[in-house]
Structure formats: structure tokens, C-alpha cells
């Protein structure tokens, strides 16, 4: 009996050395989908912000415009030092939908749009474009800027709306399987100053 005991210690040795190799990558494991997942949430989080911005200054600069159209300009040293920006700049911006109502004009005021709405998205993300591209490639934005898509961003006359849409890898990516991506799309919707 004694010598049944003591072969069955022998054998469970290697057995506290094994049990903490499959705990310690089970728990690893686990902390990388946490911060893969805490990742994610903060690039969605800083999109949706630098969005939310953009949405934000070209329903102000409407305003602006349509100031400018009728003849009521409203003076300001911030709002001249605003529109002069490289990164802002917006010219006639809404004038498809203040003048003539083609839709030649209109086609050529929602490109516009979409121009204006990724140029003021870069700069409200991380300054300017290539900055941004930076950022959302290390956040793991599929593409970085250019995987961005803007497709779904609308000018209604009275409301402007912002449609997002891109993709994320988490860290596990598995190309074989396409696991570890998400498609993530968010919309912003602001009304026009008058």
C-alpha cells in the first residue's frame, strides 16, 4: 500500500507545473481580449468625439455662409481666424442649397461635404491627416484614415448628418478566419445654423 502511495506522488510532480502552464495562458488570454476590448472602446470613443466636432463647426459655418449671402456678415476675430484655417477652410460650402437648386449643384455640394467632413475629422482627431492616419493605424483602424468611410454623410437643407463607418482588428487577429474584426459605424446628426 505504502508503495502505491508514495508511485502515486511520483507521478502528480509534473502536475503543479503543468496546471500552472494552462492557467497562466488561459489568464493571459484574458487580459489581451480586456485590453483589445478597452482598445476598441477608446478609438470608437475618440471617433465619435472627433465626429460629433466636425458635425458641430460645419453647421456653424452655414451660419457664416448664409451670412454672407444675404449681406448680414457678423464680424468676429474668431470666426474670421476660424474660417482662414488650413484645416477649416470651407468655401461656399452650402450654396447648392442656398442658390440655385440643380442637382449638378447639389451633387458637387454633397462631394464637398464628404471632403470637408474627413478634412475637419482628421484635424479634430489628431491635428491633420497624416497625424490621424498615424493614430488610427496604431488604435488598429483597418486602413487607418483611408479605411474611413464617409459614405453615408447627407446635407438635408436643415440638418447635417455624419455617417462613419470603418473597421477594427483587435491584437488576436486570425486572417484565416477573418476573427478579431469589427465593423463599427456611427452617425452624428446636427442642425444647420440659420
Do not use: P
Not at 508514495?6 to 488561459?26: H, N
Not at 470651407?90 to 461635404?113: A, I, Q, V, Y
Not at 483602424?141 to 436643415?158: D, H, K, M, P, R
Not at 455617417?163 to 446636427?190: A, D, H, N, P
Amino acid at each position: 500500500m505504502k508503495e502505491k502511495i508514495s508511485r502515486l506522488k511520483e507521478e502528480q510532480d509534473g502536475v503543479m507545473a503543468l496546471e500552472a502552464c494552462i492557467s497562466l495562458t488561459l489568464f493571459l488570454i484574458v487580459m489581451l481580449t480586456l485590453y483589445s476590448m478597452l482598445r476598441m472602446f477608446t478609438i470608437q470613443s475618440m471617433i465619435s468625439h472627433a465626429a460629433q466636432e466636425s458635425c458641430q463647426s460645419m453647421a456653424i459655418e452655414n451660419y457664416g455662409n448664409s451670412s454672407m449671402l444675404t449681406g448680414t456678415m457678423v464680424s468676429g476675430k474668431g470666426q474670421n481666424d476660424f474660417s482662414a484655417s488650413s484645416d477649416f477652410s470651407l468655401k461656399n460650402f452650402f450654396t447648392g442649397f442656398l442658390g440655385e437648386g440643380t442637382e449638378t449643384k447639389k451633387l458637387e455640394t454633397l462631394s464637398l461635404t464628404k471632403t470637408t467632413a474627413k478634412t475637419r475629422f482628421a484635424a479634430y482627431l489628431a491635428g491633420g491627416e497624416q497625424e490621424a492616419d498615424n493614430l488610427l493605424k496604431s488604435y488598429g483602424v483597418v486602413n487607418g484614415l483611408s479605411g474611413i468611410s464617409f459614405a453615408g454623410t447627407t446635407n438635408s437643407g436643415t440638418d447635417l448628418t455624419i455617417k462613419v463607418s470603418y473597421k477594427i482588428r483587435l491584437l488576436f487577429y486570425i486572417e484565416m478566419f477573418r476573427f478579431g474584426e469589427f465593423e463599427s459605424t456611427q452617425t452624428v446628426c446636427c442642425r444647420l445654423w440659420k
